[in-house]
């Protein structure tokens, strides 16, 4: 089996290793949705830092969709030229550079009314969104589809769609929060309809420059949600409708925090791996470069997404490969910190 530091694929993208910056919100866009300095200098230092590919935090499609009024857009021509800067510096570092393409649905926290599924809140310290109608849903997919041209035309590498953590592809996909009657709800085949339609319109605008790929929550850890079982066949679904990398995270759909240790999603990230041919990617607490190491060598996922500990070490990567004693190729003006 493979290493951490073994190349590897997304569909036509080549991966110099298998470390991959996981996307974080940094709440730190301007209300427009324009990424700042902050971005650049967060970003760039990152993109020095050893990983093969960044993405980009939870990015809006639609300004209805941002979590904040400070997060990151892609919702208007104008949001391109900031984000071309972040992937331009990336790329000539040697880094790969997605975007993760986002709807907040529900857990939209900004000014205005909110839309989901149902009329259903995430708790009572959100709004209770309303139910979107054919026309709303239409507005949506189209957004993602404009979204991701944009993304390409901005020269990412990479797109991920964002349906985990209890945002609006998420809220679609579970009994919890769709509980629609007509053909976007019911069964799961209703239920993964939108997600489907979704994938199907971007991968038909955009999957012949740029592969996409999905983020799911394996398990929404309650008794009437979806499982991991469940999940794993959903994955299959998406992987028939074009998605060519799955990146498998837990939870986000109900005001509940699961146990959480070292490598405690990677159970789902194997169990779908196991199933499916596409590559998969490990999330959650692998920060420990040899257990990063152990999950890819056993073979339980391709690669792992690492998250907190990018923020801790900007340089996460090199710091790893150096002490799993790999040869560490670092940018030049760095080489004398690693002799
Ligand atoms: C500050 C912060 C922001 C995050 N924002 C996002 C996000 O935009 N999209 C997403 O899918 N996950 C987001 N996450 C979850 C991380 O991508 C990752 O899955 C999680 O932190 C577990 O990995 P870790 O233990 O390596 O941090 C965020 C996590 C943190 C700490």
């Not at 990151?72 to 000539?92: M, N």
């Not at 150096?322 to 690693?338: D, I, N, Q």
């Amino acid at each position: 089996m493979p290493g951490l530091f073994d190349p590897w694929s997304i569909g036509s993208l080549s991966l110099k290793n298998r470390v991959v910056v996981s996307p974080m919100c940094q709440y730190q866009a301007q209300e427009t949705g324009n990424v700042t300095d902050w971005h650049l200098v967060h970003y760039g230092s990152m993109a020095l830092g050893g990983a093969a590919l960044m993405i980009i935090e939870a990015t809006a499609v639609l300004a209805q969709g941002r979590i904040s009024v400070h997060d990151v857009g892609l919702y208007a021509p104008e949001h391109e030229s900031g984000l071309r800067k972040i992937v331009d510096f990336a790329h000539l570092q040697g880094t790969k550079i997605g975007v993760q393409l986002a709807h907040a649905g529900r857990k939209a926290d900004i000014p205005g009314p909110i839309v989901a599924p149902s009329e259903i809140a995430f708790s009572n310290r959100y709004a209770v969104p309303q139910a979107l109608d054919r026309e709303g849903l239409k507005a949506i997919r189209e957004a993602f589809v404009k979204a991701a041209q944009r993304a390409v035309d901005a020269g990412f590498d990479f797109i991920e769609l964002h349906a985990a953590h209890g945002y609006l592809l998420h809220e679609f996909i579970s009994p919890l929060s769709n509980q629609r009657t007509d053909e976007y709800g019911g069964n799961e085949q209703g239920r993964l309809r939108f997600v489907l339609e979704v994938i199907d319109a971007m991968v038909e605008a955009v999957a012949h420059k740029i592969p996409v790929g999905i983020r799911v929550s394996a398990t929404e850890y309650h008794p009437q949600g979806y499982n991991e079982r469940q999940m794993t066949d959903y994955c299959k679904e998406f992987i028939r409708h074009g998605i060519t990398v799955l990146d498998v995270s837990s939870g986000g759909n109900v005001p509940l925090v699961p146990e959480v240790y070292p490598g405690y999603q990677v159970g789902f990230a194997n169990m779908i791996k196991q199933a499916v041919s596409v590559p998969v990617i490990a999330v959650g607490m692998l920060d420990d470069p040899k257990l990063a190491e152990y999950v890819v060598r056993s073979g339980q996922a391709d690669a792992v997404a690492i998250g907190r500990g990018f923020l801790r070490d900007k340089h996460f990567a090199h710091t790893a490969a150096k002490s799993l004693g790999y040869e560490v190729e670092v940018p030049k003006s760095y080489e004398r910190a690693y002799r």
